[in-house]
């Protein structure tokens, strides 16, 4: 019986032991993560302000993945009328109703640019909730400085927030899950709490910071200006803005200026310049195309063009229709760019082995470097074969985009990301503001607020910088078709890289603007040339208060120009497409009694 | 028998040791067992009544054994034959013919931690033979339950190896609505690795009464599996030899068009959109890269030749070959590529007859004080895609030991190499369905494009006009090499000791080690317009180990033979799995050579990515009793209470306290039914209430507050290259989450008919699980990267009834049969979210459609959308109906605005108010099909066996996402178009249901709408197995020096009816708020196997 006793002996011991290390055996830690207290480290207090810059990418958030980041390449260039969402019909076919004006409350994209902006929110204000708690090693300047970005990186989200939804609930640090969020509602104006956080930035914020992604105090001054023109407080705004061309400087320490040659502003190895006010830092290579300009990765040529992938974001018409320059080399501000001869010449339904002849009146040389149009150089990629790279012309028409677009040389040096499924990610940065925008917006407020002839030098010193740069490469003719066929070959063009690549006439304002009315109007119509597809034209139509004559002109002309228009049934009505609708989602968690829903939807 | 003579020292030693234990009472007896026939049965359980003292007869079918004395009674049992019990009476010789067993309610029921008699069971269990689940040549053993056991419902696909969606009396919470499965005592969470010639019985515990002594892993039903056990006492070793030969056919794809009427359609596109417009029809503008600007379209003959495409005449291949570039990529690819103008069938091109070999040797046996089961086995199978393949090599060894008399040792263990190669879609195969699967690329590859190149490269979209589909045949190509295996531990170790009599203690100690390896490549094509840009390679391993410590005791205890009680305590402490794994990704490496390529030898930088993880599982700590009484065999009454702890909630809620009781009254046995006895034999009505918990569906992080660090979601190149590192908030805590709940309710009736010609077996159940923990929805204002956490307040209704109907008879002398009936009715409901809250919002999205709406008073993952009333016959029609974006009414045109948008999608305005908005979205049908069932039939005739088995399912519905890559021509403008599109609305064919074939998309039609159309019915009949089989009489048998001998030839799927218009109607998907949506469904296909089983 002893072996018996001694196992009776064992199982006994060891039920008894289970149950007296019962407490700790059901006590298991996780794994893989920390808690905030581990985070008061200036190193975690750092990482949690890096998590808030983070979120500029949009970091491919949503179901549709490309809307979330703060380029507002769709809703503020697409939905401006600088381009339609491009590719064909079926293609992220849930931007659509967007972009015909007429968005159902329910649409994702939509939801991810809240969720994405709110996910920003979440984390500055995650770290300002323990930045108090901060270890005694953390200097109060490292405390006053992290604090400044933060809230300065708050006043960037909500600011989005507020041009895309109006007004939305506002969450600081002292709101939280189970601490009331859910009781906030969007009744409360967020230009003062936008305002507030810029200005503590402003304040607070070194004016050279130690990585050039950062905010310093110069991107306060100037985005704390631009919010106070949205607000039409255009005297305040005018002299913010003085400050800022006076002193201002980048966060790498580079005087405020224009970089001396348009086309290089979207050079990879150009990041950082003089003239990045503040930026969205771009990588290629860092373990995750998150880092590498996720929103635009479907912005490329399709079919054999770089990237191959996925000709979204095709400029429209009436953008290309805008470079026309009179014989003075000035734009047609009177609107007839859109009517007879001044309407650009185009390969619209002109198929890729047939005969096209390229559009040979005066232009603006930024045309080309803003629209990639067929035998025109395509950057460094040959000339740009019309049809062939366009995915469906009947629908996106003739055009494809050409900012942001990456060079072959920048690929061969690394600025490609390819680790995913397709190379469309790169390092390029992608400006929120940038310092010609600031000469543009300060014009305005002199414009509305002080002096129509100092806004026409800044007007001037923009168009200066345009006609510096012109493209190069004619198209003088075909190479021959393979025998034994004969005649040229419409596929094959020949360029002449001696000779501008189309008839640039580009000068400034010389006689002094009349009226503040015609000074507004140049304004308005070089913000258009100057920022086309950067995301800021729609807020712009829309704080103008002229959204829906402009929107509605441009949707009836763009309609009349391809067989399948996406705007076929489209129309802009104000003040309801002024704004999104707030998600339906959270207005279905949160109530109609809390999260008003916007007019007209 | 090598083992046993090893090890027979030892046995005899240790007898000797212990031999003062021996009892001078004790009695011997012996004897042998026939059947009906007269032929021994090896195997049978010879039990003393009221003890675990028993043997097994031998493969002559003798058994000795040592009883406690005269008075004893002897339990006979064997599967398929009536019990009996014979008192002892002094005899030393005890021979017994067992009858077959007409009543299903006369088997041993492997339930709990006990093997109890059926007829004394009072919950609600069902079981499968063994038969059942070896006949098909699946690769996991629970897609056989399907239409097996009423009310467990499985949702599979074809593929070899996949997971299935198994759920035992509906769906009890929002996730982890998995059944527990139990091999051999030992808990554990899949059962894939499991060999079907091994299984020895299969048992489910569908209510709280049989389920909750597992307690807190039981809430959603218990499967449990017995592997073959060897014979005590058996004079020679039994062999036996199952083998299984087959194919599977792949069947035909969906119908899709072929060149020219592809072209054809691809210009009616155009030009219905024109007639929408209001364009003339002598000014549409034609275009197309491949088929011209012509008012008709022209089928080239070339699709690509170097950069033209849609060239027409002949090339010269010679001169165009020494341009042939694909692959330096440094320079442009230049390929050729001829129009296949009679059509490729891409499914015919990714399929082939998929092979399978299942073959399994079990030898068993025993000695005196020994018994053990060796079984060894390999199925090696082919998916009919071309590059799927499955293995499974598993080698069992169960035995035990008599230490003492009253002491035993035994062991179940299980080793397994289990590979699935080419699985398609997530969550181990299961999730296909939802996926835009190779499946689907094969319908979205135009017939015209030819599979290669006219240089033996690759053929694709690269030719343009066609879209983005990647050619299939190249995707399974480019992973051929890729490979992915693990490798599995799994069994239990336990003693068992009866100190006195009636009292059995039990400790088990079982593990399950896993580990797992794969690496994969990826190849960088060019033969697609969009095209991967680099050749990348992963390679990664994991581990993990989990256990599970079981002790019990068992008293059982008779009095005066009338009261008869069964005391089970226990304790039990597992961890459901703790480990680690890793894995890495790389680029271009600078060859492909498959002996080069290493995570080393690719590219060096930041693209060279790792990860790992680390677990540490979830502990629980329980202890359970059940008391079982009954009462002159006539009432029967069951307790069970199990305390559960989990590491998953915090110090406040970590116990949960679960009850059950049950009640069974054997009313055939009282005196008033006598007159009934010759139509009733046997009768019994059971009842049951109990409350079993649930975690399965909480975070084992869910009480804690966490932050993380991870590249793509919070990194940052702040310094203007590089990534900082960034934490975020990645989880809120609820420190006081307690257990979900399932009440269930079980009324249940246990019949036997007609002189044991008729079994009826009924249950009417109710299961409402409440506290259910669920992510209640939160605003998006406190961060999208935060998971909220689960709080308890969801409700969830799920009612049924369970049917099984079993006859058995001879028709004349010789031919005898068999039918079985199997239905489970199925009623699912979500009662209660969170205050306030209708729905679950989140819900997937595909293509920005969003079909599925979890929502209050609906079944769980219900379709919701626009109903569409019909489509729009006339612009009269358009302007009566209410205002619908996507169609112009004539009033609404605006100036330029041509009204218009005949045979469009005309919704339903719900809501009343005239215009078709979200508000007008309803309900449109729920996947969970209303009736699962299944038939058996079986004929026997002298040593011929004919059997068939069909399964139904009735009521579910499918989303048929499909339909929107091939019904609608803007979904991906040039990609294949369906066959069906030819009967889509033209103004001559008002009568269409699917809409005017346009090339633009609208609200209407085609656009990220859900709505009806895509809502089909989900019922289907399947002839699922018909079998003939052949057993060589046993005396012929012998004569070969062979105890039997079966050869069968079987047909599996043979066909299906069904109302579904896509591939096939068993759609499943990702489990459990998100299935029934065919994006790119794996069909299951006819097979054809033929086997042989003998033994000697």
Redesign the interface.
């Known amino acids: ?1 002893r ?2 006793k001694k ?2 002996i064992t ?1 006994l011991a ?2 008894v032991c ?2 007296s290390c ?2 700790n ?12 207290a ?2 008061t480290s200036k190193a ?1 207090l ?9 979120m ?2 949009g ?1 491919s ?1 949503g ?2 993945g490309f809307y979330g980041g703060s380029t507002n390449w769709f809703w503020g260039s697409v939905l401006g009328g600088e381009a339609n969402k491009g590719t ?7 931007v ?2 967007i972009q015909a004006y ?1 968005p ?6 939509i ?1 991810a640019k ?3 902006t ?2 920003g ?3 500055v204000n ?1 770290l300002l909730r323990i930045l108090p708690d901060a270890q005694a090693t953390v200097t109060a300047a490292d405390k006053t400085r992290i604090e400044a970005e933060a809230k300065f990186l708050r006043a960037h989200y909500y600011f989005e927030l507020k041009k895309h939804f109006n007004n939305t ?1 506002y ?1 600081d640090e002292s709101v ?2 189970s601490k009331g ?2 009781l ?1 509602k969007n009744d409360t104006d967020l230009w003062p709490k936008i305002e507030a956080d810029f200005q503590f930035a402003y304040d607070n914020l070194p004016e050279t910071q130690g ?4 905010a310093n105090k110069w991107a306060a001054g100037a985005y704390l200006a631009k919010a106070l023109l949205f607000q039409n407080k255009f005297a305040a705004a005018k002299t913010l803005f003085s400050a800022v061309m006076a002193g201002g400087k980048t966060a790498n320490g580079k005087a405020y200026g224009l970089v001396p040659k348009y086309g290089n502003l979207w050079r990879i190895a150009n ?2 310049n003089e003239e990045s006010v503040f930026a969205i ?3 290629a ?7 590498a300009n996720p929103d635009f990765v479907l912005n490329f040529p ?3 063009g770089p990237a ?3 000709g979204f974001f095709q400029p429209s018409f009436e953008l290309g229709n805008s470079f026309r320059t009179d014989a003075t080399g000035l734009p047609l501000l009177d609107g007839s760019y859109n009517t007879g001869a001044n309407q650009l010449v185009t390969d619209e ?1 002109v ?3 047939a005969l096209f002849t390229p559009d040979a009146g005066n232009l603006d040389p930024r045309i080309d470097h803003s629209i990639g149009r067929r035998y025109l150089p395509y950057l460094d990629h040959g000339p740009h074969p019309g ?2 790279w366009i ?5 996106g028409g003739p055009y494809a985009p050409k900012k942001y677009i990456w060079t072959k040389a920048e690929e061969a040096s690394g600025g490609v ?7 469309g990610y790169d ?1 390029q ?1 992608v400006y929120i503001i940038r310092y010609a925008d600031v000469l543009l917006m300060a014009a305005e407020a002199e414009i509305e607020a002080g002096s129509l002839a100092t806004a026409q030098t800044y007007i001037n010193t923009v168009r200066t910088r345009a006609a510096a740069d012109i493209v190069m490469g004619k198209l003088i003719g075909f190479q021959p078709l393979a025998a034994p066929a004969v005649g040229p070959d419409y ?1 094959k063009p020949i360029l002449d890289n001696s000779l501008p690549a189309a008839n640039y006439v580009i000068t400034n304002y010389t006689v002094a603007f009349g009226s503040q009315a015609e000074a507004r109007i140049a304004l308005r119509f070089e913000r258009k040339l100057e920022l086309s597809g950067e995301g800021q034209r729609f807020y712009d139509l829309v704080r103008w208060g002229v959204a829906a004559a402009t929107l509605n002109a441009y949707l ?1 002309y763009e ?2 120009q391809v ?4 705007f ?2 489209a ?1 802009y009505v104000s003040p309801k497409s002024d704004h999104l609708p707030i ?4 207005i ?4 109609t009694s809390v999260l008003a829903q916007n007019p007209g939807y | 028998m090598k083992l046993y003579g090893r090890l027979r020292p030892i046995v005899s030693l ?1 007898l000797m ?2 031999s003062t ?1 021996l009892l001078a009472q004790q009695a011997n007896v012996s004897g042998s067992i026939i059947d009906e026939n007269g032929a021994p049965i090896p195997g049978v359980t010879i039990l003393e009544k009221g003890t675990s003292n028993g043997t097994n007869s031998d493969n002559d079918g003798k058994y000795t054994l040592n009883v406690s004395g005269s008075s004893a009674t002897l339990v006979i049992s064997f599967i398929g034959y009536k019990s009996q019990e014979i008192a002892v009476n002094n005899q030393t010789a005890i021979n017994v013919s067992l009858v077959p067993d007409i009543t299903a309610l006369q088997e041993v029921v492997v339930t709990g931690y006990s093997v109890d008699q059926r007829r004394d069971i009072t919950g609600a269990v069902s079981t499968v033979k063994a038969r059942a689940l070896s006949i098909s040549p699946s690769g996991n053993v629970e897609q056989q339950l399907q239409g097996r056991v009423p009310g467990v419902t499985v949702i599979t696909n074809g593929q070899p190896g996949t997971t299935s969606q198994i759920r035992v009396r509906g769906f009890g919470a929002f996730g982890g609505n998995e059944p527990l499965y139990i091999v051999d005592g030992l808990p554990v969470t899949d059962t894939n690795f499991l060999n079907p010639d091994d299984i020895e019985s299969t048992t489910v515990l569908k209510d709280a009464s049989t389920a909750s002594i597992y307690g807190a892993r039981a809430a959603n039903g218990v499967i449990v599996y017995t592997t073959k056990k060897g014979t005590r006492g058996s004079k020679k070793l039994s062999i036996t030899v199952d083998s299984m030969f087959g194919v599977t056919n792949p069947g035909t794809g969906q119908k899709m068009m072929n060149p020219q009427d592809f072209a054809d359609w691809t210009w009616n596109a ?1 030009k219905n ?2 007639m929408q ?1 209001g ?1 003339p029809s002598d000014s ?2 034609f ?1 197309h ?1 491949q088929f011209g ?1 012509g008012t008709t379209p022209l089928v080239p003959d070339y699709l690509l030749v170097g ?3 849609g060239v027409t005449g002949s090339v010269d291949l010679a001169a165009e070959k020494a341009k042939y570039n694909v692959t330096d990529f440094s320079r442009p690819i230049y390929q050729v590529v001829k129009a296949n103008k009679s059509g490729t069938d891409w499914y015919k091109a990714i399929t082939h007859n998929a092979p399978l070999f299942r073959n399994t040797i079990g030898i068993r046996g025993g000695g005196e004080n020994s018994r053990f089961y060796f079984g060894l086995s390999s199925q090696e199978q082919d998916g009919i895609l071309n590059t799927q393949h499955f293995s499974r090599e598993a080698f069992r060894v169960n035995t035990e030991f008599n ?2 008399k009253n ?1 035993r040792i035994g062991e179940n263990l299980q080793f397994t190499y289990r590979a699935t190669h080419s699985l398609q879609g997530g969550n181990g195969g299961q999730g296909i369905s939802g996926e835009e699967s190779i499946v689907l690329t094969a319908f979205r590859m135009p017939s015209i494009i030819p599979i290669y190149d006219e240089f033996g490269g690759y053929a694709g979209t ?1 030719a ?1 006009g066609f ?2 589909p990647a050619n299939p045949v190249a995707s399974l190509d480019g992973g051929k090499d890729s490979r992915g295996f693990e490798n599995r531990s799994t069994g239990n170790l336990y ?1 068992e ?1 009866e ?1 006195i009599k009636g009292l059995t ?1 039990r ?1 088990s100690y079982g593990g399950n080690f896993g580990s797992s390896y794969f690496w994969s490549y990826q190849r960088r094509t060019y033969e697609n ?6 050749v ?1 390679y992963s390679e990664g391993a994991a581990q993990a180990y989990a256990w599970t ?1 079981t ?1 019990t005791l068992d008293y059982k205890k008779s009095f005066s033979n009338l009261h008869n009680f069964d005391l089970l305590v226990g ?1 039990e ?1 597992l961890n459901t799995g703790k480990g680690r794994n890793m894995s890495g ?1 790389g ?2 490496p600078f060859s492909e050579d498959r002996d080069f390529v290493t995570l080393n030898t690719t590219a060096p ?3 060279r ?1 790792v990860g790992s ?7 629980f ?1 329980s202890y359970f009793g059940r008391l079982n009484y009954s009462f002159n065999d006539r009432y029967i009454a069951s307790v069970v209470v199990r305390r559960d ?3 998953r909630f915090g ?1 406040n809620n ?1 116990y949960g306290v679960f009850p059950a009781f049950s009640a069974a009254w054997r009313i055939s046995s009282e005196p008033f039914m006598n007159g009934l006895k010759s139509v009733v034999d046997d009768l019994k009505i059971r009842g049951g209430y109990g409350i079993m918990g649930n975690s399965n569906n909480v975070d ?2 869910n009480q ?6 991870n ?22 805590g609820n420190p006081n989450a307690r257990w979900e709940k399932a009440v269930t309710t079980n009324i249940g009736f246990d019949g036997t008919f007609l002189s044991g010609k008729m079994d009826i077996i009924v249950d009417f159940w109710n299961k409402d699980t409440r506290d259910l923990l669920f992510s209640v ?10 998971a ?1 956490p689960s709080v308890n307040v969801g409700k969830m209704m799920n009612r049924g009834v369970d049917i099984q109907v079993i006859t058995r008879g001879k028709i004349s002398g010789k031919i005898g049969y068999e039918f079985t009936v199997n239905g489970g009715f199925l009623k699912n409901q979500i009662v209660a979210l969170s205050p ?4 679950l ?2 819900d997937p ?1 595909f ?2 459609i ?1 079909p599925i709406r979890n929502q209050l008073g609906r079944p769980i993952s219900s379709f919701f959308g626009y109903q569409v009333l019909g489509l729009f016959q006339n612009q009269a029609d358009i302007d009566a109906a209410p205002t619908q ?4 009414k004539t009033a609404d045109a ?4 041509v009204p218009g948008g005949v045979g469009r999608f005309k919704f339903a305005d719900l809501d009343g108010d005239g215009k078709i ?2 508000a007008d979205r309803t309900w449109l049908g729920s996947p969970v099909p209303k009736f699962t069932g299944g038939m058996n039939f079986k004929f026997t005739f002298v040593g011929f066996e004919l059997e068939s088995y069909m399964f139904l399912s009735l009521g579910g519905k499918i989303w048929n996402q499909s339909k929107w890559f091939t019904d ?1 021509y ?4 040039g990609a294949a178009i369906s066959e069906r599109v030819k009967q889509s609305w033209t103004p001559t064919n008002t009568g269409a249901t699917i809409p005017i074939f346009e ?5 209407s039609t ?4 859900g709505n009806s159309f895509y809502v089909e019915n989900g019922s289907y009949f399947r002839m699922q197995n018909i079998t003939l089989s052949y057993n060589l009489p046993s005396d012929i048998a012998r004569k070969i020096s062979m105890e039997r001998l079966r050869v069968f030839i079987s047909t599996n799927n043979v066909f299906t009816i069904s109302k579904y218009q896509g591939m096939d109607p068993s759609v499943g998907g990702n489990a459990d708020l998100n299935f029934g949506i065919d994006v790119g469904n794996y069909p299951i296909t006819r097979s054809y196997t033929c086997g042989l089983s003998f033994g000697f």
Request: glycine share 10%; net charge neutral; proline share 6%.
């Open positions: 019986m072996i018996t196992l009776l199982l060891t039920v289970t149950v019962k407490d055996f059901l006590n298991v830690k996780p794994t893989g993560s920390i808690t905030n581990q985070l975690g750092e990482g949690s302000l890096i998590a808030a810059y983070s500029l990418t970091r958030v179901a549709d064909n019909s079926g293609d992220q076919a849930q659509n109703e007429h159902q409350t329910g649409n994702t994209s939801l809240y969720q994405a709110y996910e929110i979440a984390r995650a609930p969450i939280d899950y969020i859910e906030v990585a050039p992604g950062r990041n950082n830092q771009s990588a290579g860092t373990g995750t195309i998150n880092n399709y079919n054999g191959g992938c996925c339904g198929a890729a082995k049809v062939a995915r469906d012309q009947n629908y990301d390819k680790s995913s499924w397709t190379p390092g940065n596929t009836t309609k009349a067989t399948a228009s996406p076929a049934d129309s998600p339906q989602r959270e279905d968690i949160l109530s | 240790l040791l212990t234990a155009t959109t024109a417009l364009v549409i503008k275009t890269p600007t950069t033209s495409s230490i003492l002491l690269r343009p879209n983005n003693l000791f100190p203690a400790t317009s969009e095209n991967n840009s680099a990348s410590f002790n304790q402490a990704t680029l271009n930088g930041a693209t990515t993880n680390y677990f540490k599982g979830v502990n700590s702890g989990s590491s110090a970590r084992p992080n804690y507050s966490l932050y993380q660090t590249v793509g979601n919070s990194s940052y190149p702040i310094a203007g290259t590089g990534a900082s590192e960034g934490y975020y908030r990645s989880r809120i929805p939160q605003t998006s204002e406190n961060g999208l990267f935060a909220v306030g809250i209708i729905y919002p989140g999205g293509r920005g969003n974006s996507g169609v112009i605006l100036p330029g605005q908005t979200q609608f803007p979904s991906f403008a090339n633009v998309s609208n609200f085609q656009s990220a709408n």
